[in-house]
């Protein structure tokens, strides 16, 4: 008799461990307005914290970390890095799992516009909306930052979220100097003197241009100059496209897949698929390319990779006009926002707080690259020297405002990447029928 | 009538035992399995806290009638198969001379090339990936170098989709080639010395021995490993994010619905998460394994009983 009771003992004993073991973790007690009780000043927390690959940018933050946890003993920093092709997803894991405080967010952008039919909401409204992000509009340290940047890069109803960090550009082109001395080239300004400027290059056994194309995007995005040249109102561009005004197989658009074909195939060194997106600075700075278009985030690394390297940035010359050479296109970069549920919201808030410092954003600037978001900060770096004359032309990009209609075919993007060596077309007639298409097919789909 | 676990209460012993494993596959396998069916039918983002919404059908007529989309998502269903045919087909062969050549006790070494080949599977995706992406680099890599050599250039992973996919395929095999040579390797351990010492005596040569003893008594070995590669290789996914990335003209189904599902972008482009439109695709994918598979697994099981009786 014994025996079997003891037998169904052991049998429930190991069921009710199989359950404790599924049972969700002991949470911090909340409070009624739903934050969490916050541990006092001495007690010990760990600060979970989400960043993007940028090499300058992590190399900073670990600084950062290590000086705040100089300041405040208690508090330990546990940051991840993550490809920023994984950000969204990572974001959304651990959010959902409580299981991170403070989060890098790109700038709030793609938002649905009036003329657009059937769009999802873009992740950063999915996760507001979920009361996944912290309101941080009363917090002292937002009103650090330029307002026009609250307002487009961190708000949604009227509330803050994020507080954006630094607008970047990717639409322009580092070049080396001293090989452009050495070959006799001029610095162009326009697609003809850009194409001789190759030719001259390659000719002398230098590639043209290099981009970190094993990340996938640094080949199109390189690109993203030349549609700006072509297009200079990107918003108009977007609603020219959705509204059929625009069509990306008419003559203008067909002027920009011919220098598309040129740029993927002629410009661009062969191999560059391979090349990684944080490796490819290195190669600039190296000498074995004579330009390299990418956005200003990677001033930093060639920097770092070549302190001694004399290096320019220039629009990307897509236009046969030089006039139309003169913009930058660009987006907001990181932000950082709080997780609503954190358990350590006062650590979290005075992580922002302390970082928000001018003194600390300064430097941040000064590390990344980036054109500043707070109006106390100056643009104190080379690559800040180099933009400067632009900035009043400065640009918020196609891609920041660009939604594909459901339904619409892969190919509905204006991406150098299709041509070949990258991807399978030769043909820019050929292309530019089957992108229009592609988003045809889609607007078709959502009439 | 002699029970072992007794008679009256005693006897709910073996399913009182066998309640944890049952929950256990509730939870872990069957419970998100049926959640994946009801979710597809909803617009759920996957956020918690987030408003979720019945939207019937919704999802699947986007999937599958919806412009270009539909047809660039029945392509991806059909590079699955492609991809499914041809892994299935040549790691399938390729484990089973590689068991046959290194069950062969002349074989010096046998052990050391059996971890050789085995050495793989171990590695993981993520590591498997990085290896040949240095493999493939095409500024100076062994491979760019050897075709250098034979006077040709490519761009590997990161070049024409139809190459970058014929890559992958390769390194699909490469990664779990060690897993079906193995399973090879258990099952012809268990045939019976003397069933080839009789077909030695009768004078069969190693063709005839091979197709008469060996291969029928593999039978359970063949058919599990069939059905192993089969549907491992339509559920693959994870060497296509780690070497290819999100490119036109290379997305498997099972990438597609992790892209799709986890709001997967390229560069800072903003995405949704789209978690319901991801269930009603892994939907598609789960009936395309289900058909395939089970129609794989009556034949085989219809073979198994005509050979072994």
Redesign the interface.
């Given at each position: 008799m014994f025996k079997?009771i003891y037998?169904?003992i052991t049998?429930?004993m190991?069921?009710a461990i199989?359950l404790a073991a599924?049972a969700p973790k002991e949470t911090a007690p909340s409070t009624s307005d739903g934050s969490s009780s916050e541990p006092v000043a001495a007690e010990k927390v760990t600060l979970r914290v989400l960043v993007h690959q940028n090499p300058p940018m992590v190399e900073f933050m670990e600084a950062f970390n290590k000086s705040f946890s100089d300041k405040y003993p208690n508090v330990t920093i546990d940051m991840s890095v993550v490809n920023?092709?994984?950000?969204?997803?990572v974001t959304?894991?651990r959010?959902?799992a409580?299981d991170i405080d403070v989060i890098d967010i790109?700038g709030f952008?793609?938002g649905a516009q009036p003329y657009m039919k059937l769009v999802?909401?873009?992740?950063?409204q999915?996760?507001i909306?979920?009361?996944?992000l912290m309101d941080i509009s009363d917090q002292a340290f937002v009103k650090n930052y330029d307002q026009p940047t609250i307002d487009d890069a961190g708000s949604f109803n009227g509330k803050v979220y994020a507080v954006n960090l630094g607008r970047v550009s990717y639409s322009g082109i580092y070049y080396n100097k001293d090989l452009f001395a050495a070959n006799n080239v001029t610095v162009p300004t326009t697609w003809d003197e850009l194409v001789t400027a190759c030719e001259t290059f390659t000719a002398a056994g230098t590639p043209c241009m290099t981009a970190g194309?094993?990340?996938?995007?640094?080949i199109f995005?390189g690109a993203y100059g030349l549609t700006g040249a072509i297009y200079p109102d990107q918003a108009a561009l977007v609603e020219g496209l959705w509204t059929g005004t625009i069509k990306w197989n008419d003559a203008k658009a067909l002027d920009m897949w011919e220098k598309m074909k040129v740029y993927a195939q002629n410009m661009m060194e062969?191999?560059?698929?391979?090349?990684a997106g944080d490796a490819a600075p290195g190669r600039f700075a190296s000498g074995a390319v004579a330009m390299f278009p990418g956005g200003t985030w990677y001033a930093s690394a060639i920097e770092a990779a070549e302190p001694a390297f004399d290096w320019g940035y220039i629009p990307f010359p897509g236009s046969d006009n030089a006039d139309d050479n003169k913009y930058l296109f660009g987006?907001y970069?990181q932000g950082w926002a709080i997780a609503a549920n954190t358990p350590n919201k006062e650590v979290a808030l005075n992580y922002l707080a302390e970082f928000s410092t001018p003194e600390n954003y300064q430097a941040f600037a000064n590390a990344v690259g980036f054109i500043p978001t707070q109006p106390s900060a100056t643009l104190d770096t080379k690559i800040g020297a180099e933009v400067a004359p632009y900035l009043e032309n400065f640009r918020v990009g196609y891609?920041?405002y660009w939604i594909a209609p459901?339904?619409?075919?892969?190919?509905a993007n204006p991406w150098a990447s299709?041509f070949?060596?990258?991807?399978?077309y030769d043909d820019a007639k050929e292309l530019a029928d089957k992108v229009q298409?592609?988003l045809q097919?889609?607007l078709?789909?959502v009439k | 009538m002699n029970y072992h676990f007794g008679r009256g209460k005693s006897r709910l012993t073996p399913y009182l035992l066998l309640l944890p494993g049952i929950a256990f596959y509730f939870i872990i396998s069957l419970g998100p399995s049926l959640a994946t069916s009801i979710f597809s039918l909803t617009d759920t983002t996957g956020l918690k806290g987030a408003t979720i919404n019945w939207i019937g059908l919704d999802n699947y007529k986007e999937f599958l009638f919806m412009g270009q989309a539909s047809k660039d998502n029945f392509d991806a269903l059909g590079r699955t198969l492609i991809f499914s045919v041809f892994v299935t087909t040549i790691q399938f062969l390729f484990g089973l001379v590689t068991a046959v050549i290194l069950n062969n006790p002349k074989i010096r070494a046998r052990n050391f090339f059996r971890t050789l080949f085995f050495m793989p599977v171990i590695l993981g995706a993520v590591i498997q990936g990085l290896i040949w992406s240095l493999f493939l680099f095409p500024l100076g890599g062994p491979m760019a170098k050897l075709f250098e050599f034979f006077g040709l250039r490519s761009e590997f992973l990161g070049g024409s989709p139809t190459e970058a996919f014929i890559w992958v395929i390769i390194i699909q095999i490469w990664a779990n080639m060690g897993i079906t040579m193995m399973i090879f390797l258990s099952g012809l351990q268990t045939i019976p010395s003397e069933m080839y010492e009789a077909a030695e005596m009768d004078g069969a040569n190693n063709w005839q021995v091979f197709k008469n003893v060996t291969w029928p008594l593999l039978t359970p070995s063949v058919n599990t490993n069939l059905l192993l590669n089969i549907i491992g290789s339509l559920q693959a996914w994870q060497l296509f994010l780690v070497l290819i990335g999100y490119r036109n003209g290379t997305q498997v189904l099972g990438y597609l619905i992790y892209a799709v599902g986890f709001g997967q972008t390229s560069g800072s482009v903003t995405s949704s998460f789209r978690q319901g439109y991801a269930a009603a695709a892994s939907m598609v994918l789960f009936v395309l394994v289900l058909v395939i598979g089970l129609s794989v697994q009556t034949f085989l099981r219809r073979r198994e009983e005509r050979i072994m009786g």
């Open positions: 079997k037998k169904v049998i429930l190991v069921f199989f599924c920023a092709n994984d950000l969204s997803t959304q894991t959010l959902t409580n790109f952008a793609n999802d909401k873009p992740n950063w999915q996760l909306e979920a009361g996944l194309g094993k990340d996938g995007w640094p995005v062969p191999g560059a698929s391979g090349v987006k970069d891609e920041q459901k339904g619409s075919g892969q190919f299709y070949k060596p990258f991807g399978t298409a592609d097919s889609g078709d789909a | -």
